[in-house]
């Protein structure tokens, strides 16, 4: 082992010596990395390899060529590059090699040494690289677009870009996103090549025999990928997403046009494709530049209406949800759209409500719409028809929690006389034990201010006898915060006394008690113990918040400081796991004052 270090650290004196002699390094500074480099390299050879060594190594070795190259912009000096900078490169790229050897699946090992020689320069070693990594992890998609990425922009080779896209398929003949990146690919290939013939043609440099194929030059290439992925992949989303690459070269209308009349005739029955056709609607070419802006609002509303025709065409044909959803999403996002126009914000508003309305009467309307539909309603103050749609809305959708509670904070805001009935159905309809709570919290604020007193109270009674915890225990701290509103301190002490029995609780409970007594004009130390004795009953083995707020009560106006002590050991001794070590460090904060 040392025979080996001791080569490549003789290995290195030739380049050490360079940045010491052109004055990059002084000789102190050469002295101190001919240290480090033997410490680090005896790490590499040892019996035991660790990854970490070998990344300490490599981050070493950069950070040497990162300051070589600030020393040479602050001196000006640029030569002997061969001599110095290329053997730490091509030192840190064997030292990757063994590490990628070693630990072949680490995919950010290789990331790594790709992203070095990229920034780096080293062309023919990135090409090296990326070609061992395939070999190692071939059934990763996104690894062989980034090879086929770093060849047409690294190395500006699309013929080796375009051999790693055609091996990429032979491992993953149906990825999608491999076809969109080939495909794109060939595009900007054929763009490249456009640009390179219209530069010659200007500057009028004879070029000989040869000559720019024009079917490269239109693109042929990018359409045959397209036939071979729309061969093997349906659907048409994925072709919409090759006919919007397609679009962003202005060269390709030709092979948009093919792509768009594929598209129309064999997925005739997929709502992506009407969707796009629709939305192409407002893209058209319509009246000249406007200048006034009620013309162009004018011509906007022409436009979205061009889009209704094309989504009523498609429900001829295709009347499910999923259509239904295109045409409503659309709708609702063109109401969403600012506008100082009030007669265009109008008829968005009247057409959203209207295709809301027919995709409900087909009973193909999704849940979430339900929520759009009730705010667009609120918001133009038709008060009668959001208290139809809120309690048809829990109707079509009995089993949604999220729509129950939607729809009761809709009528209970409204004042809506349903509301009670709609409470008590509601709870019938949810899963008790699972779901139930967030509509006993709404029904619990709506009963207590809304209702009468006694109505209230039967209500709380009844949350109090549930048999789900979670119910149980958020009504007790629902029944003492309406306690205290409605009867002050005395009824508050009697509700809390009738239940600190009654399990289970929850830590808020008891805190809400606390909270009470210290309002008071002159609140009880001995009841403010007694709630935080009964509280640490409960969760004492796992809150050491809870002790400290205990022990900075006794610190207090009203508290003993004598007790603290006590507190203290009590807690070490009931705390469990890392809440024993939290709440010293806490104690300790407030011992000496940082708390």
């Not at 002997?80 to 090699?97: A, D, G, L, Q």
């Not at 990425?149 to 690294?154: A, P, R, V």
């Not at 999608?176 to 456009?194: I, S, T």
Request: hydrophobic share 35%; with cysteine.
């Amino acid at each position: 082992m040392a025979d080996i270090v001791q080569q490549r650290l003789e290995d290195r004196i030739p380049a050490l010596e360079q940045l010491e002699r052109v004055g990059l390094f002084t000789s102190k500074e050469v002295k101190s990395m001919l240290k480090r480099s033997t410490a680090l390299e005896y790490k590499l050879h040892r019996t035991v390899q660790s990854k970490d060594d070998f990344i300490t190594y490599i981050q070493y070795e950069i950070n040497v060529l990162e300051l070589i190259k600030k020393r040479r912009a602050r001196i000006g000096y640029h030569f002997k590059r061969e001599e110095i900078e290329y053997p730490i490169i091509h030192r840190i790229n064997h030292v990757f090699r063994r590490a990628t050897t070693k630990w072949k699946e680490d995919v950010q090992l290789w990331l790594s040494q790709v992203a070095f020689n990229k920034k780096w320069g080293t062309k023919t070693q990135l090409s090296k690289v990326l070609s061992s990594m395939l070999a190692i992890h071939p059934d990763k998609p996104a690894l062989w677009i980034m090879a086929a990425k770093c060849e047409m922009e690294d190395r500006n080779s699309s013929e080796s870009a375009r051999h790693l896209f055609l091996r990429a398929l032979r491992f993953h003949p149906e990825n999608k996103k491999v076809y969109q990146e080939y495909f794109r690919m060939e595009l900007m290939h054929a763009e490249k090549l456009r640009k390179q013939q219209q530069e010659l043609e200007e500057a009028k440099i004879d070029v000989g025999e040869y000559n720019f194929s024009p079917e490269i030059l239109s693109g042929k290439l990018a359409e045959v990928v397209y036939r071979d992925a729309a061969q093997k992949i349906k659907g048409a989303e994925f072709i919409l997403s090759l006919l919007q690459i397609a679009a962003i070269f202005d060269f390709t209308k030709e092979l948009q046009d093919t792509i768009l009349q594929e598209l129309q005739s064999q997925y005739v029955d997929d709502c992506m494709m009407w969707d796009f056709m629709a939305k192409r609607e407002l893209d058209a070419a319509g009246a000249p530049e406007l200048q006034s802006a009620k013309g162009r609002a004018s011509d906007t509303d022409r436009r979205e209406e061009r889009c209704c025709v094309v989504y009523e065409e498609a429900l001829k044909s295709l009347n499910t949800e999923a259509m239904w959803t295109c045409y409503v999403t659309f709708c609702l996002e063109r109401y969403k759209r600012k506008t100082n126009v009030s007669e265009l914000k109008e008829k968005r508003k009247e057409r959203l409500l209207r295709v809301l309305q027919s995709a409900h009467d087909a009973k193909l309307l999704q849940e979430s719409f339900y929520k759009n539909w009730l705010k667009v309603l609120l918001s133009s103050g038709d008060t009668v028809s959001a208290t139809q749609i809120a309690i048809t809305a829990t109707q079509c959708f009995s089993q949604s929690v999220e729509m129950w509670s939607f729809s009761l904070q809709t009528l209970v805001q409204l004042e809506s006389t349903e509301a009670g009935h709609l409470f008590q159905e509601a709870l019938k309809h949810v899963n008790p034990k699972v779901e139930s709570l967030p509509l006993w919290q709404l029904q619990a604020d709506w009963c207590m201010t809304s209702q009468r007193p006694e109505d209230t109270e039967t209500f709380f009674q009844k949350g109090l006898l549930s048999l789900v915890p979670a119910v149980s225990s958020a009504m007790k701290e629902k029944y003492l915060e309406w306690s205290y509103k409605t009867g002050g301190y005395k009824r508050a002490r009697k509700t809390f006394t009738s239940l600190h029995e009654h399990r289970p609780f929850t830590k808020a409970f008891f805190m809400k008690m606390i909270e009470i007594e210290k309002e008071q004009e002159t609140p009880k130390i001995s009841n403010l113990r007694d709630y935080y004795e009964r509280a640490l009953r409960e969760f004492g083995s796992s809150d050491e918040d809870l002790w400290m707020d205990y022990i900075k009560e006794e610190l207090g106006r009203h508290g003993n400081p004598e007790n603290c002590g006590k507190l203290h050991w009590r807690a070490v001794k009931t705390l469990e796991g890392e809440s024993v070590e939290h709440f010293t460090t806490q104690y300790t904060l407030l011992q000496t004052g940082h708390v």
